[in-house]
């Protein structure tokens, strides 16, 4: 059936470490996007890609990187410059500017 | 800074009541205002959406108010059921923009 997909659900990194997130969609949507959710924040963009082999930095883009090769595929690198990197991340995707977005389950990313 | 401001924070409702949530934006050039429904440890999924065309809209139980004058809008929902307790969020974005500015989200409690 057709979605969003977040892998994995949980994820738990030693400080220092970079970490990827998969984030794969069967929706043939041209735009995708990673969110970062903390308590009390709301969602917060940290990359967009509108078109495969072009992305954008969002609101928080510093100390994460993001690779669009394939048009079904964003995955997002959390590096070990990102000073606070614990948090729910959300990838969604959506057909055009004019459309809804339409979000995966999440990934929870744990800092030990 | 935030670009779209949501109150409150938290709320809690009796069965039957209804729920009103507040957003305020700042953004003139904002002409699309989704609303999300999450549940703990799930992605947002989108609940109803206005354009500034119309002032209101309504889905079910759920009702979007929209104020252009006032840079404001709401969601109103009607007859609360247990069902309904989840976070909501505000959303705010423009027609040629991709990126999506979210309110800080509302709790919702809704007791039997």
């Known amino acids: 059936d057709g979605g969003i997909t977040q892998s994995p659900k949980y994820l738990f990194r030693k400080e220092g470490q970079n970490v990827t997130l998969s984030c794969e969609q069967n929706l043939n949507h041209d735009a995708m996007y990673w969110y970062r959710q903390d308590p009390g924040q709301g969602l917060r963009l940290i990359y967009y890609s509108q078109i495969v082999n072009d992305f954008q930095k969002g609101d928080i883009a510093e100390g994460y990187s993001v690779s669009r090769e394939k048009k079904e595929s964003f995955p997002l690198t959390v590096t070990s410059a990102q000073k606070n990197p614990t948090a729910f991340y959300l990838c969604?995707?959506?057909?055009?500017?004019?459309?809804?977005?339409?979000f995966g389950q999440g990934t929870r990313l744990t800092v030990v | 800074q935030q670009q779209v401001k949501q109150s409150p924070q938290s709320l809690i409702v009796q069965k039957g009541g209804i729920s009103i949530i507040n957003c305020a934006y700042e953004n003139t050039a904002f002409d699309y205002f989704p609303w999300y429904q999450q549940f703990p440890g799930k992605g947002p999924a989108l609940l109803i959406a206005?354009?500034?065309?119309?002032s209101e809209k309504k889905e079910g139980r759920f009702t979007i108010s929209f104020n252009k004058s006032a840079k404001q809008f709401s969601l109103h929902i009607m007859d609360s059921q247990p069902g309904d307790s989840a976070t909501y969020f505000c959303a705010a974005s423009r027609s040629n923009d991709y990126k999506l500015s979210f309110g800080a989200g509302t709790t919702v409690t809704v007791r039997a």
């Open positions: 969604a995707s959506s057909m055009n500017v004019k459309t809804e977005a339409f």
């Open positions: 206005i354009r500034p065309d119309v």
